[in-house]
């Protein structure tokens, strides 16, 4: 007992909780303070040439200028010494100054008489002799931020987004006429598609971070995305589930709330795939054709319909209609988030925001996928049996032919 006593007695034992957390940290600093003021004692002179990691996160065109926004990945400054087009050196000006600090960015307007339509090859060499490619497939000039832009893009994500995902939702009163089994094989068919969408979101994101700059994430910005919407969504969950239990119920989450989780999950998809259209459009290399637009409805549609399939009643058999509103609301919830995402993506893309935004659709999906997965289950509580695998597997081959329709 007395050397019990003793140890609580020990060092410390008179400090306040948050003065006991502060001391560590505080001894880290100074740690860290001492190093950086000393320069380093014991590690020797720096030999070699700086390490020069620069990444172009934007190429805009305007008649006569090209403009490249470049940041600094590396650890060293970047100084930029001239610009090649098509092997032809070209006159630039950089908004900063020709030296990048670490994570710093400039954007260099380069005067040059481009040609719509055609391809080019540009270099930029920095005063170490290092080169930094950039390649147009096709040239074409951005198109200026103005309302008449900003509605067109609204309007696109309205096409690609919100009415293909509306006509989906009008599957609803077709499965009121379902039974139990079959609605049991629907749900299984929405989560191939989420699965489906979640995959191909994952895929993308890590396409996207792979472009963008290592030191702000990379593809890491995809995986802790998809981590924090997941936690969230749970978190929010537990926290429902909690309140229905202290009112008497059982708990468990409704058809309507089931709902809203896959609505929500899909406009982050939806987001991520207006950014997507939105940079591909502000770069030229996506054209407004009708073909274009029935792809994406087709392939859109089908999200409506998952949508749709909780309120049946697949979770807990709930009785009744949803209100015309509930129906607005979820179908904005799900469509609207593809007119954000043109406006971002044609107006300030950043590929590390568009890596987290699709982490963060994974994310959302995975977490509604759970939330659906019991309502599969049959009379005998078995999750998977011939009839939900077939849903699932439709689910996915189905998103995955209609997709093939669609090409960004």
């Known amino acids: ?220 910005l995809v995986f802790a995305g998809a981590l924090v919407a997941y936690l969230v969504l749970a978190g929010i969950d537990a926290h429902l589930e909690q309140r229905g239990r202290e009112k008497g119920g059982a708990g468990t989450a409704s058809g309507a709330y089931l709902a809203l989780l896959v609505a929500i999950g899909i406009g982050l998809h939806n987001l991520g795939e207006g950014l997507a259209i939105g940079s591909a459009y502000a770069t030229g290399a996506l054209a407004l054709g009708a073909f274009l637009v029935v792809g994406f409805a087709i392939h859109n549609t089908t999200e409506g319909l998952a949508i749709v399939a909780p309120l049946r009643g697949g979770a807990d058999g709930e009785p009744g209609r949803p209100a015309f509103s509930r129906l607005l609301a979820l179908g904005l919830i799900a469509g609207a988030p593809a007119i954000l995402g043109a406006w971002i993506g044609a107006s300030a893309y950043n590929p590390s925001l568009a890596a987290a935004l699709f982490g963060i659709g994974v994310g959302a999906i995975a977490r509604v996928i759970v939330q659906l997965a019991p309502a599969m289950r049959d009379e005998d509580g078995r999750l998977l049996y011939p009839s939900t695998v077939a849903g699932m597997l439709g689910g996915i081959a189905v998103l995955y032919l209609t997709g093939l329709l669609v090409s960004v």
């Not at 008179?14 to 600093?29: D, E, S, T």
């Open 1 to 220: 007992m007395e050397a019990g006593a003793r140890a609580e007695r020990g060092f410390g034992s008179g400090l306040p909780a948050w003065a006991l957390g502060a001391i560590p940290l505080a001894l880290i600093v100074v740690a860290i303070g001492g190093f950086a003021l000393l320069g380093g004692p014991g590690l020797g002179e720096r030999t070699g040439p700086p390490v020069e990691e620069v990444t172009v996160e934007r190429t805009v065109l305007h008649p006569g200028e090209i403009e490249l926004t470049l940041r600094n990945d590396g650890p060293d400054p970047v100084a930029v010494a001239q610009v090649a087009v098509n092997d032809a050196y070209a006159p630039f000006v950089a908004s900063a100054g020709n030296e990048i600090e670490r994570l710093g960015s400039t954007t260099l307007t380069v005067t040059y008489p481009w040609i719509e339509g055609e391809a080019y090859e540009i270099f930029v060499l920095t005063s170490t002799g290092g080169t930094i490619p950039v390649s147009i497939p096709v040239a074409a000039e951005t198109p200026e931020a103005d309302a008449g832009f900003y509605g067109l893009m609204a309007l696109l994500g309205i096409y690609v987004g919100v009415i293909p995902v509306s006509l989906g939702m009008l599957w609803l009163p077709f499965l009121g006429r379902l039974g139990r089994r079959w609605m049991s094989t629907l749900i299984a068919f929405t989560v191939g598609l989420l699965a489906f969408l979640g995959i191909d979101a994952g895929l993308e994101g890590l396409e996207i971070a792979a472009a963008a700059p290592a030191a702000f994430g990379g593809a890491s």
